[in-house]
């Protein structure tokens, strides 16, 4: 009788889940949603907007190969400010924004799949430069560049670090590579990106100051089965060795 019984839940229980998978449409797509962050994501034609076919970028290659993978329609919008377009992620349901750090005070905010890639904070130095450094107070003896109003510059000067700022980062690489500033504080793979777009190669990580990876975030109605099946797809790229092929594309 318990065997029976036993059996019977199962039953129940694989024909619930296959409703459930039927309740997604055939039409089913997921909006998604990012911004200028090379080179993980950003426009071919260097504008605040642009469609799928015209976004380029380590995390655009990888998400765009994941959704035609697990079979997912998509549509996808690069566009400006980033604050409206995580809003828009944050209460639209089979909405996703990338690529966001996952932060201990947005965990429960969204549904997660990555990571991506890393973000880390560092400092770097010209590859012949003598400095060395065990913490980022040490930084403060030295002249150290840094992007405007960005939060790497903030993170600095909370810590009492007062960088030489610009409005471009990339243009931290060529006065790094004059010799006008020591270090530049930037983010790592960003900074090695912008780097090579400056024409300047010779350069070393001297301190790395913070780590974070990348992630999409999805808004928290997107269906688990969505989730779970991106997330899957996604470990078997990194298996194949898709995702470190993306990275170095845009690095070498």
Known sequence: MRKSLWLSC?????ALVGVARAELPAD???????????????SE????FARDKNTRG??????????????IQYNLT????????????????????FVT??????????????????????????ADSSISLATLEEATAYRVGAY??????????????????VLNDIENASRLDKGQIDLWATGDPAGRYLAKQAGVNDLKTVLRFNQAELF?????????????????????????????????????
């Open 28 to 42: 089913y797509q997921v909006v998604l949603l990012t911004e200028n962050y090379p080179p993980y994501n950003f």
């Open 58 to 71: 380590i995390a655009a290659d990888v998400v765009r190969e994941m959704f035609k993978r697990a079979g």
């Open 101 to 126: 750090a996952r932060l201990p005070e947005r965990e429960a905010l969204f549904k997660w799949v990555g990571p991506i890639g890393p973000d880390d904070w560092v400092l770097l130095a010209k």
């Open 148 to 165: 405007k109003g960005d939060a790497i510059e903030a993170f600095l000067q909370q810590k009492g670090l007062t960088a030489d700022s």
């Open 216 to 252: 999409l975030a999805l808004n928290k109605e997107t269906p688990d089965e969505v989730v779970q099946k991106l997330q899957t797809t996604l470990e078997q790229m990194r298996q194949e060795g898709f995702v470190d092929k993306a990275i170095n594309s845009y690095l070498q």
């Open 10 to 14: 199962c039953i129940a229980c694989l």
């Open 45 to 48: 034609n260097g504008k605040n």
């Open 78 to 97: 690069l566009r400006f400010p980033w604050d409206r377009i995580y809003k828009l992620a944050l209460e639209k349901p089979d909405h996703g924004v």
